[in-house]
């Protein structure tokens, strides 16, 4: 019942608010407010104070309690102006290997010349982790999402809320961002690095890794390895430069779900992870095979992602509407 | 933790001085272990069981001092014990938000149990206290990010405070609103129960005898506020109980409820007045003597002119009486009350009778007695004092042949009896003679000191007539009070206080702003509430008109804070470079190439040189100049060169693009700073 109500509401304020995109500033028309459960305890109380003021026409304690209940109304306020006008820059979940836990990083800029407290974050109505956002600065948000299995895990809706300052009230507001977190496969297995080389056969290489030829500098892109970059140059005043090597001698791996016979699908996956890793860190250009998909051999930290990505999504529905739900996490809510 | 320990304490403060000596300590000893516990983490908090228990014997412990949970005393010293153990089960912020709440519940409990000027501060602050125990408590207890708990900025305690006295006072408006507008209730729903603690005051008994020393208490008895021309000093005499059982030793009030009350004439001007009568555990209400009718139905106006009600005044209570100095009964006194009244025990005071018959056959009529009695007293060696020796079982012989010293009680208990003695209705009447004018606010301050005893003697003719022996052995009582007569009397600070003029004034002060907050505030109620629409302009308002007014104030006040705090906050106001930069931004958006928000200058110049290649120069050169002014070397913020580019960027019209349209809508204002 709980369940069902919570998703006709999550539906009416989607139709409400429509999806959003980033930045997004929080305004009035998207914040909610309600008493927490402080808040109707304090109310309960007030509503007795005021009955005993009343009945023993006692002017002190109606006073007081006016001026409790005036405070209260002000505390409503002050909680709604803590989140309006909070501007929510970026959310960001990086891809994690399966079973360990992901992030969402949300980014948060308090827009406002006060400083903001209690800023908390959570997917759905799920745990909250709170942030202090200094006035006219920024703070972030790091919140923990579990991935047990590989996929997608996809997050619809975030929930800003906070109940700073008295808590006695509780506003939200949702952020139908559609996030996505790739959860690769779990890197395991025993088996060496398959010796097939796709193109060059012949050739075997017993050199060192990075002892390939150095070809020249090109700028540098996102996910280079810090390891390639030419620091020497840089500290010349020159702009970042990445060292390029050709791995002309080095093994041109294939890796293929086809030779690992005698495994179950989910193990040759994390056998395939493994070596993509093993591979991408011995420097090596390397290919993918998978039933339906092929991935060309080649390096670097995009083609490792490329190769990984296919292993996370292998077998699970390529195009889901609310997200394949492997995590029991991401609750599926339009 | 601390906080709401602070809260508890603060609870516990207001009642520190009602409740047991032990209940504070137990509530000490749990804050102080609590406290101890978590900041040292060495004391362990107790466990379920040993918490069960404590409960329970503390509950216990409360029933066998009070016989009951129940009324005001026993009520708050159980919520201090449990609000003190519920703290050292604290955990989860809900916990914490329980004690805050018990803390408020004890204000309640003190408001109810005492609204003097003085303690309101102290309630106010209390409630701010609680209020930003609420703050820290919310604060403390959101989670912070892992990791991440040391941020720059940290709600300190210090802002807790500021905020919640700001909430506070932003509520204030209102609170005076809801306080006066509000229509009370004329009657109670329910009354609460209240313990029977002795409170000193006047008594239905009355024995001279076994007093040696009579303490006067500076306490105030009532304050008497007239409207007519007050009477004069010594016709000051403030009626209370009418003791007329006499058995030798001890006056005693006699509850003859059927008798009828003796028709008066009431003679000379009628004075008219309010009384403020202090809270005290007796049934007694005073008024000046002789009042006319009983001020209010739920007052039993007595056949000997008393004001009894059936419950004791637990509460400051206000009436107006109207009352006259002179009467003379319209009626014979009838058989039974003449008999009450001549009553004396046979075997008691039998010198003292037999001087009475003796004088009386010396004289021709009861006036003429009258007058001798009197004059024995003036003449007879008798002194005033308020430290006579103890008298005997026969208390009046002792007192006229002995000791021949005593204060009011001595004289007016000897007197009705040697009336008795000689076959004339007599009874001692009790009450308070005098008062003290207090110029500031008006009124008469009638205190505990002031207490005094005299005789009322039937006399043919005339009726009941009231006879002051006392004044006749000290004349000066009847104008100033026993403090003035006896500086020995009363307490060391009672005394600084009556020989130190300017303390004395100042005192008066005090007690004039604690009238007016009594009759104003503390006795607001729905006729003051009516009075205020009528000053208003409103014709016989009534509730609904309360609540008009009450409706409006309230909606104003919405709109007010609405208006103080509802204001989306403004974010920091960029400089004047940066003014001058999101003017151009904006200028360029309406052409159709907004910035967006990762571009820095730049970039931006770059996907404006793209997007309409026309622009390239001049917009392109303006935003170079733009990074240059901001993140330059060579010119870093130069004052000439940002005017040179605010006056540009201000003349700057950029043409619609022939192909593309101008952008629809208008472009949201950045709010960023560059």
């Not at chain 2, 009778?353 to 003429?368: F, G, I, K, W, Y």
């Not at chain 2, 505030?521 to 609904?544: H, M, T």
């Amino acid at each position: 019942m709980k369940a069902y109500l919570r998703a006709r509401i999550a539906q009416w304020v989607l139709r409400r608010q429509g999806r959003d995109t980033l930045p997004l500033t929080l305004r009035r028309q998207r914040l909610y407010i309600l008493p927490s459960r402080a808040g109707v305890g304090f109310g309960v109380l007030l509503l007795f104070m005021l009955l005993a003021g009343l009945n023993y026409a006692n002017s002190t304690a109606l006073f007081i309690t006016f001026l409790l209940g005036g405070f209260m109304l002000v505390a409503m306020h002050l909680c709604h102006r803590n989140l309006l006008g909070v501007r929510l820059i970026s959310a960001i979940a990086p891809p994690t290997f399966a079973p360990r836990d992901g992030y969402l990083q949300l980014a948060l800029e308090s827009g406002a010349a006060a400083n903001r407290y209690r800023i908390a974050a959570g997917v759905d109505h799920g745990q909250t982790i709170a942030a202090d956002l200094p006035g006219g600065g920024s703070g972030q948000v790091v919140l923990p999402i579990e991935a047990p299995r590989r996929g997608r895990i996809r997050i619809d809706r975030l929930c800003l809320t906070t109940t700073h300052p008295f808590g006695l009230f509780r506003a939200w507001t949702w952020v139908h961002v559609p996030v996505e977190m790739l959860v690769y496969p779990r890197a395991s297995g025993a088996l060496p690095l398959p010796a097939e080389s796709g193109r060059r056969p012949g050739v075997r290489s017993s050199r060192e890794v990075g002892a390939d030829e150095w070809i020249g500098l090109r700028p540098y892109r996102d996910g280079d390895s810090p390891r390639q970059v030419d620091w020497k140059a840089y500290a010349r005043a020159a702009p970042l430069l990445v060292k390029e090597y050709a791995a002309t001698g080095s093994e041109l791996r294939l890796l293929r779900f086809d030779s690992l016979t005698g495994l179950q699908t989910e193990a040759r996956l994390e056998q395939l992870a493994r070596w993509v890793l093993d591979a991408e860190a011995a420097g090596e250009r390397y290919g993918l095979e998978l039933p339906g998909t092929s991935i060309p051999p080649g390096q670097g930290a995009e083609h490792r992602h490329r190769c990984l990505t296919a292993l996370a999504v292998f077998g699970v529905d390529p195009a889901p509407r609310f997200g394949v739900d492997p995590a029991p996490r991401s609750d599926v809510i339009p | 933790m601390g906080w709401a320990a602070a809260a508890l304490g603060g609870g516990l403060l207001l009642h520190l001085d009602r409740v047991a000596p032990w209940v504070s300590l137990v509530a000490l000893a749990c804050i102080a272990w609590r406290m101890t516990a978590s900041m040292t983490r060495r004391a362990p908090l107790p466990g379920a069981v040993l918490r069960t228990l404590l409960a329970l014997l503390l509950v216990a412990a409360v029933l066998a001092r009070f016989q009951t949970l129940n009324g005001l005393t026993a009520g708050s010293a159980l919520l201090i014990l449990m609000g003190a153990v519920k703290l050292l089960e604290t955990k989860t912020r809900r916990d914490e938000f329980v004690v805050v709440g018990t803390s408020l519940f004890l204000l309640l409990a003190a408001c109810l149990d005492r609204q003097t000027m003085l303690r309101t501060p102290l309630y106010l602050a209390h409630g701010w206290v609680c209020c930003s125990t609420l703050a820290m408590i919310a604060y403390a207890s959101s989670s912070p990010a892992p990791g991440a708990a040391a941020g720059p900025i940290l709600f300190r305690g210090r802002d807790a405070l500021s905020l919640a006295a700001r909430s506070l006072l932003l509520a204030v408006p209102l609170a005076v609103v809801l306080f006066v507008f509000l229509p009370r209730m004329t009657g109670s729903l329910w009354a609460l129960p209240r313990s029977e603690e002795a409170v000193t005051g006047l008594g239905d008994t009355m024995s001279p005898g076994s007093i040696t020393r009579l303490t006067s208490s500076y306490e105030v008895a009532f304050r008497a506020h007239f409207t007519t021309h007050p009477p004069a000093p010594q016709e000051r005499y403030w009626r209370g109980p009418v003791l007329d059982d006499f058995d030798g030793f001890t006056w005693r009030h006699r509850a003859n409820i059927f008798a009828r009350r003796q028709p008066l004439l009431y003679l000379g001007p009628a004075y008219r007045y309010q009384i403020w009568l202090e809270p005290s555990s007796h049934r007694w209400w005073f008024a000046l003597d002789t009042p006319v009718e009983a001020p209010e139905a739920r007052v039993f106006f007595s056949a000997e002119y008393e004001l009894q009600t059936a419950e004791p005044v637990d509460e400051l209570t206000s009436y107006v009486a109207v009352s006259h100095t002179a009467t003379r009964a319209a009626e014979p006194l009838p058989l039974l009350a003449r008999r009450y009244d001549t009553a004396l025990p046979s075997d008691r005071n039998t010198r003292s009778v037999e001087l009475a018959r003796s004088m009386r056959a010396r004289v021709n009529t009861d006036r003429e007695f009258v007058h001798s009695v009197l004059e024995m007293f003036r003449t007879g060696g008798f002194a005033y004092s308020v430290t006579p020796p103890g008298l005997g079982e026969n208390s009046v012989d002792d007192f006229l042949f002995d000791t021949r010293v005593g204060f009011c009680g001595h004289y007016a208990s000897a007197f009705v009896a040697l009336m008795r003695a000689a076959a004339i209705p007599a009874r001692v009447v009790t009450g308070y003679l005098g008062g003290e004018w207090n110029p500031i606010g008006g009124y008469f301050i009638v205190r505990q000191s002031d207490a005094h005893s005299w005789a009322e003697v039937w006399l043919e003719g005339s009726g009941w007539t009231r006879v002051d022996p006392t004044a006749v052995v000290e004349p000066e009582r009847l104008r100033r009070g026993i403090l003035d007569l006896l500086p020995d009397a009363g307490t060391a600070p009672t005394r600084l206080l009556h020989t130190t003029p300017w303390l004395a004034a100042l005192w008066q002060r005090w007690d004039a702003a604690n009238a007016w907050w009594n009759a104003r505030i503390v006795r607001f109620n729905y006729e003051s509430q009516l009075g205020i629409l009528e000053r208003f302009g409103f014709d016989s308002p009534g509730a609904r008109e309360l609540c008009t007014a009450f409706a409006a104030g309230l909606l104003a006040w919405l709109a007010w804070v609405a208006l103080q705090l509802g204001r989306t906050p403004a974010g920091p106001r960029p400089d004047r470079l940066g003014r001058a930069y999101l003017r151009l931004c904006r200028k360029l958006a309406r052409a159709g190439l907004p910035r967006l928000p990762h571009q820095g200058p730049l970039a931006y110049a770059q996907v404006v040189a793209s997007g309409r290649p026309d622009l390239t120069d001049p917009i392109g050169g303006l935003l170079h100049r733009y990074a240059n002014l901001r993140y330059g070397r060579d010119e870093p913020m130069a004052p000439l060169r940002i005017a040179r580019f605010e006056r540009e960027v201000a003349r700057l019209r950029i043409r619609p693009a022939s192909r593309a349209a101008p952008s629809t809508g208008k472009p949201r204002p950045g709010r960023r700073g560059p």
